[in-house]
């Protein structure tokens, strides 16, 4: 199957300016997830939705960042204005339903876009 | 807040040599997930861990969740370069809504 799909790979601009990432998950997969993960960090979870409707987007800089995921496919995650610490690698997921107890969830990555405020 | 901390967060070792990697909370997770990142794409599920004590086994890789549920441990035998990458665990939450919390990572690299 094809995996998730994420554009573009790499963007750089200049501090204040707006950027915006998109992402295409698995066929199917109710669950997408925005991950921001700086260098020499791990993952940090930015917002997760469930279908169209978002299910946990507490650590989203709601003052600068904006994700919509229109009928509950295609995905966007907008920056405006770009800060310099905003300079990270976003990653989007999908899974087929949201995590549970049971651990059987599998999350696919995408391979991310890199950004670079300048 | 829930956090994870591996150790080390670099090691370098040679080809055909053995390894551990910890994973420590001071929280209690429902579920720990290993995976592997390596540089230009998303990181890859090598792992779910479900019951306090549990070991998986994946060829030369061995996983084992703390009996608490508060801890993990990746042990590969006999490195290999292809082993080489950055190892992230991840850890379910338990309280609340269900949301997974990842460590900073350790990036391994096998020598040949």
């Known amino acids: 199957e094809a995996g998730v799909a994420q554009s573009p790979r790499y963007k750089i601009i200049e501090k204040r300016q707006s950027v915006a990432f998109w992402c295409n998950p698995i066929?199917?997969?109710?669950?997408l997830y925005w991950y921001q993960q700086i260098l020499g960090q791990g993952p940090k979870l930015l917002i997760q939705?469930?279908?169209?409707?978002?299910?946990?987007d507490s650590q989203l800089p709601k003052d600068r960042f904006s994700a919509e995921r229109l009928k509950g496919v295609d995905s966007t995650l907008k920056i405006q204005p770009a800060k310099l610490e905003d300079s990270a690698v976003y990653l989007c997921a999908s899974s087929l339903v949201p995590f549970t107890n049971s651990g059987a969830n599998v999350l696919t990555f995408g391979a991310g876009s890199r950004l670079t405020v300048l | 807040t829930q956090l994870l901390e591996q150790s080390p967060q670099f090691l370098s070792i040679q080809e055909g040599e053995n390894l551990t990697v910890y994973c420590n909370s001071s929280s209690v997770f429902s579920s720990l997930q290993w995976y592997r990142q390596e540089p230009g794409e998303g990181p890859v599920l090598l792992v779910t861990v479900v019951t306090g004590g549990e070991v998986k086994k994946l060829k030369r890789l061995t996983f084992q969740f703390g009996d608490a549920r508060k801890d993990s441990s990746l042990h590969i035998t006999a490195a290999q370069p292809g082993d080489t990458g950055l190892y992230l665990c991840a850890g379910l939450s338990i309280q609340g809504a269900q949301k997974l919390v990842f460590g900073q990572g350790t990036r391994l690299t096998i020598n040949p």
């Open positions: 939705f469930q279908n169209n409707g978002v299910v946990d």
């Open positions: 066929s199917g997969h109710a669950t």
